[in-house]
């Protein structure tokens, strides 16, 4: 991992609500182009740490940049220079698929022109011209997370957070929603990616494995089957968090 290609920078990184420690202490790094996976169970701390990383919660301590801004004191910085699907909401159901794209990209400053051409190549890219006038509470769940994380590409960030994106959809689905993870990542954009699927960390460059705000593991997916001695991310989460 060169310098000039880490594009997030985390040191010991902590985040208390109250007496409560959600993230303890966490130090990693993330490079330009590479799928970062941060694999934990529900409550681990995944979401806080993603939120901290976009700018929506400051740290209670510890020095965090993302792409080279600061998480204190340049969070609009952050959020201009981002792309983020979140687990709960990404899309205006009442709006068209096309308003959609519209609406984000008039939000990260996209000139008419420049929208209108980024939305026509995802559209294309999804197979979806005919259902650009369709209101996305009309779409299946499937189709609605291809294009929330498509309409998160619209101002071609270098990093993409995705908060748990293929929550609660067909394995088929999830499958092709890596498959445009894979195209994005090789596209030079970084994509950092929270989830509780197993085997959707075999398909990260590197993971973290979280638990109780801590971070237990990091590494490949391959050097941590060594290391632990097991042949699937699964026993080894299991043997972690144990």
Not at 37 to 43: D, R, T, V, Y
Not at 78 to 96: A, P, T
Not at 202 to 210: K, L, P
Request: aromatic letters at 12%; proline letters at 3%; one cysteine or more.
């Amino acid at each position: 991992m060169t310098r000039e290609n880490i594009l997030i920078k985390v040191n010991n990184l902590t985040k208390k609500f109250g007496r409560f420690t959600a993230v303890d202490n966490l130090s990693f790094e993330v490079e330009k182009g590479e799928i970062f996976g941060f694999l934990g169970a529900n409550g681990a701390g995944k979401t806080t740490v993603i939120k901290i990383l976009c700018g929506i919660l400051s740290p209670s301590s510890g020095d965090v940049s993302v792409d080279g801004f600061d998480v204190y004191s340049q969070t609009e910085k952050i959020k201009k220079n981002i792309g983020y699907m979140s687990q709960n909401f990404s899309l205006y159901e009442d709006l068209s698929v096309y308003e959609n794209f519209r609406f984000f990209g008039g939000i990260y400053g996209l000139p008419r022109k420049e929208i209108k051409k980024r939305t026509d190549y995802f559209l294309k890219t999804l197979g979806l011209q005919d259902k650009k006038d369709s209101v996305i509470s009309s779409l299946p769940l499937g189709w609605k997370q291809k294009i929330a994380f498509s309409v998160a590409q619209i101002h071609n960030p270098k990093i993409i957070f995705l908060d748990e994106p293929t929550s609660g959809v067909d394995p088929v689905t999830r499958r092709q929603f890596w498959d445009m993870i894979y195209k994005t990542a090789h596209s030079g954009i970084t994509v950092f990616v929270t989830t509780h699927y197993m085997d959707e960390a075999e398909y990260c460059d590197r993971i973290s494995i979280m638990d109780a705000g801590k971070i237990k593991a990091i590494d490949t997916p391959e050097n941590l089957k060594k290391l632990y001695k097991e042949n699937s991310i699964e026993k080894i989460f299991i043997k972690l968090i144990r």
